[in-house]
């Protein structure tokens, strides 16, 4: 089954998650051509930000992906307090929850760099090309030092 980006984003949307969109999706849908496998958005995973993702998550099915044995993502996941990143793998495709992005920071931090997009038929905070610039160079992966680059040069066209 082919990955459902956008219905990912609407589950998330319409059901009230504060989140803002990151990572790779967030480099394609500011112009790059790099491929991603994922969602990668930074929200609260505290016990309820955990509840509203979990909610707005059920119609997809969300199950840990990095656990030995794979297993449904549950309330109790998010009791501790303590979790700083989740990996699920979801009926519509693999989305990753951080607790914060390296080289910008927590989820407050990040909607300070972050500026309102409109998809088909929803609307949520993403990265700024700037920022996601930062968090890519920050990051230091030869992937991200690709996507860096390929963003710097579509935000000089964009100035010009």
């Known amino acids: 089954m082919a990955a459902d980006f956008r219905g990912l984003l609407r589950l998330l949307t319409m059901g009230g998650v504060d989140f803002v969109l990151v990572g790779g999706y967030s480099a394609v849908l500011h ?17 309820t930000g955990g509840g509203q993702l979990l909610r707005a ?8 992906r990095m656990l030995p044995k794979p297993r449904p993502l549950e309330q109790a996941d998010f009791a501790r307090g303590d979790l700083r990143n989740l990996y699920l793998k979801t009926d519509l ?8 992005v390296k080289g910008i920071g927590d989820l ?6 972050s500026e309102w997009m409109e998809l088909a038929d929803c609307k949520f ?9 930062d968090a890519k ?13 390929e ?8 100035r010009h």
């Not at 495709?93 to 914060?100: A, K, S, T």
């Not at 407050?108 to 760099?113: E, G, I, K, N, Q």
């Open 31 to 47: 112009g790059s051509t790099q491929m991603t496998r994922d969602v990668a958005i930074v929200c609260a995973l505290d016990e």
């Open 57 to 64: 998550l059920a119609p997809a099915h969300p199950h840990h």
């Open 93 to 100: 495709g693999v989305l990753d929850c951080l607790g914060e």
């Open 108 to 113: 407050d931090a990040c909607r300070a760099r």
């Open 125 to 133: 905070h993403i990265l700024t090309i700037e920022a996601l610039i």
């Open 137 to 149: 160079h920050a990051m230091a992966r030869p992937r991200d030092l690709v996507t860096a680059k």
């Open 151 to 158: 963003l710097e040069a579509i935000a000089r066209r964009a």
